[in-house]
């Protein structure tokens, strides 16, 4: 006869009761009921009804038929380039760091949450790129700063000044507390 042997182990799988018409019908039940819910969700709702169905197939379907959810979120300009206040240059461009406690870099950004924003202000040192000083804010204000170069000077006291200060070292502004 010529035939592999596996042939005679094989078994046709049996075809599903439920056609593609009504598997359609069943995700646009589900996509009315919750329409947050993408191919994921709706598939795991299949499942839970009792319905043997692959992610792929959903994900299928729904293209098909449009059912992709498109949340749209809302977008919030967060900064302002076009600022009045003045510009610093950058005082250690060009400059090797090869110590810790040389150099460290302050920035402040968003973080968003449900909500609204909470700021946060961070202090990293240069060398070591470690965070030495942060803190966290409903609030952009002064004090955000300050509590981050606080916590920072806390845990990484900065070395006396010898009287060999670097002329970069001069030109910036030593802040009192």
């Known amino acids: 006869m010529n035939i592999v042997r596996s042939t005679f182990c094989y078994r046709c799988k049996a075809p599903s009761p439920e056609t593609g018409a009504d598997l359609t019908d069943r995700i646009e039940a589900i996509c009315l009921e919750f329409p947050g819910y993408?191919?994921?969700?709706?598939?795991?709702?299949?499942?839970?009804?009792?319905k043997v169905i692959n992610h792929k197939k959903v994900l299928r379907l729904m293209r098909e038929?449009?059912?992709l959810c498109r949340l749209r979120r809302k977008w919030v300009k967060t900064t302002d380039s076009k600022h009045p206040f003045p510009r610093f240059p950058n005082l250690i461009k060009g400059m090797g760091v090869s110590k810790m406690n040389q150099?460290?870099?302050a920035d402040i950004t968003y973080i968003r949450i449900r909500s609204g924003f909470v700021y946060l202000a961070g202090i990293l040192d240069a060398y070591s790129r470690r965070v030495v000083g942060y803190a966290i804010s409903?609030?952009?204000?002064?004090s955000l700063?300050?509590?981050?170069?606080r916590m920072a000077l806390e845990h990484r006291?900065?070395?006396?000044v010898s009287?060999?200060?670097q002329t970069r070292e001069c030109?910036?502004?030593r802040w009192s507390m």
């Open 38 to 50: 993408g191919y994921r969700r709706v598939t795991k709702q299949l499942q839970h009804d009792g």
């Open 65 to 67: 038929s449009d059912l």
């Open 103 to 105: 150099v460290w870099l």
């Open 138 to 142: 409903a609030d952009l204000e002064t």
């Open 145 to 149: 700063t300050v509590a981050a170069l």
């Open 157 to 160: 006291p900065p070395p006396p």
């Open 163 to 165: 009287s060999t200060i």
């Open 171 to 173: 030109s910036m502004h």
